[in-house]
């Protein structure tokens, strides 16, 4: 991909995330539950559920430093520096910071890494075929060493 397309992603990216930040989770705020949003999420807390965006491309997640979220996560563009535990799907975009920890697969279009990040799990480009999770929203997230896995084998 050239530098001018990767621009455009990245601008893209930047008005996804700034203009339509609609969802705040404070870094003192627990989430227990599946969320399911449109537009702009940023998560300073923690989220035991799914994180799930309805909003086209057009959605974006930013999960800080000190975030944590226990769950699979489908958003089209993301910043990830805080810990992930459980799949995550990017169709259009994410970013791991140097503190991101993810526990899980991550299936991505564009991908960037920063030093220090960490993937306990396989990174697959999906390129613009890449499929949204397929979670049931009537049952628990499916977190590694959780009950609700232990309990299906």
């Not at 537009?39 to 959605?59: A, H, M, P, W």
């Not at 299936?107 to 799990?121: C, D, P, Q, T």
């Amino acid at each position: 991909m050239g530098s001018r397309e990767m621009k455009k992603r990245n601008k893209a990216f930047q008005k996804a995330g700034k203009e339509s930040l609609e969802t705040l989770i404070g870094p003192k705020s627990e989430i227990n539950g599946d969320l399911i949003f449109k537009g702009g999420l940023v998560v300073e807390g923690r989220v035991r559920g799914n994180l799930i965006c309805r909003d086209g491309d057009e959605g974006s997640l930013t999960l800080s430093k000190d975030g944590v979220v226990e769950g699979c996560v489908d958003v089209p563009h993301q910043v990830l520096d805080g810990t992930v535990i459980g799949d995550v799907v990017a169709t259009e975009y994410i970013a791991l910071k140097e503190h991101a920890r993810v526990t899980g697969n991550v299936r991505y279009n564009f991908l960037e890494m920063s030093v220090g990040a960490e993937v306990n799990g396989q990174l697959v480009h999906s390129g613009s075929e890449v499929g949204a999770l397929q979670i049931a929203l009537d049952e628990p997230a499916m977190v590694p060493g959780s009950a609700a896995i232990e309990n299906r084998n």
